[in-house]
């Protein structure tokens, strides 16, 4: 049976499994995705100064419509094999089939994800988003838009997070960066886009 946490949260509706991937199938999946990928480091504004993105990133999907967030507009491409194979699995215990994925690779501590909402419009009302992670345990934050409620989640290698039904619209996530020194880190977010 696979193991599952489900932090009881107001306004939110989470699934995590911790090993959905074991540790040999995720070092596998890291290594290739790694290696296969052409990452890009984009340029985003943040209070009108243009700066480097603190990661790197890949767009995948299965159309070729653009996808705009943080201001900045990606252009997919197809989906490579270790993709779908991916996909396909984590679409077992999701409720819609996905259309995308953003890969964001985190080379180091120092690299980062700031605070924001998966709510862009093109994903739709109340999106699921499937977060799968390789490599390097990172932790993940989340804090509601209006209530004074947190909640601290540890990525692990192989896992899966499952954010759904009003969590978008009442909450917030963060990756931040952290001091210990550590190896890089992948994350895919497989999305629906309209
Ligand atoms: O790296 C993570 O776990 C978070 C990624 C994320 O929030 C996103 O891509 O929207
Ligand atoms: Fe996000």
């Not at 997070?161 to 210990?180: A, N, R, V």
Request: aromatic share 10%.
């Amino acid at each position: 049976m696979m193991n599952i946490e489900t932090p009881n949260l107001p306004d939110a509706e989470i699934l995590y499994f911790p090993d959905f991937f074991s540790e040999t199938e995720a070092d596998l999946y890291s290594e290739r995705i790694l290696k296969d990928t052409a990452w890009r480091q984009d340029k985003i504004k943040i209070f009108g100064k243009e700066m480097l993105q603190p990661r790197l990133t890949a767009l995948f999907a299965e159309n070729t419509k653009s996808y705009t967030y943080s201001g900045l507009t990606m252009h997919p491409e197809a989906f490579p094999e270790v993709l779908l194979e991916i996909k396909q699995a984590v679409e077992k215990v999701s409720e819609v089939r996905f259309t995308a994925c953003l890969l964001n690779l985190y080379r180091n501590g120092r690299d980062s994800m700031g605070w924001h909402a998966d709510d862009e419009k093109e994903l739709g009302r109340n999106p699921e988003i499937a977060s799968v992670s390789f490599g390097a345990e990172r932790i993940f934050h989340l804090k509601h838009k209006k209530k004074n409620a947190r909640f601290k989640l540890k990525l692990e290698n192989g896992s899966l997070l499952i954010m759904k039904g009003s969590t978008q619209h009442f909450w917030k996530h963060q990756l931040p960066k952290t001091k210990m020194e550590i190896g890089h880190r992948i994350n895919l977010t497989f999305r629906k886009i309209d």
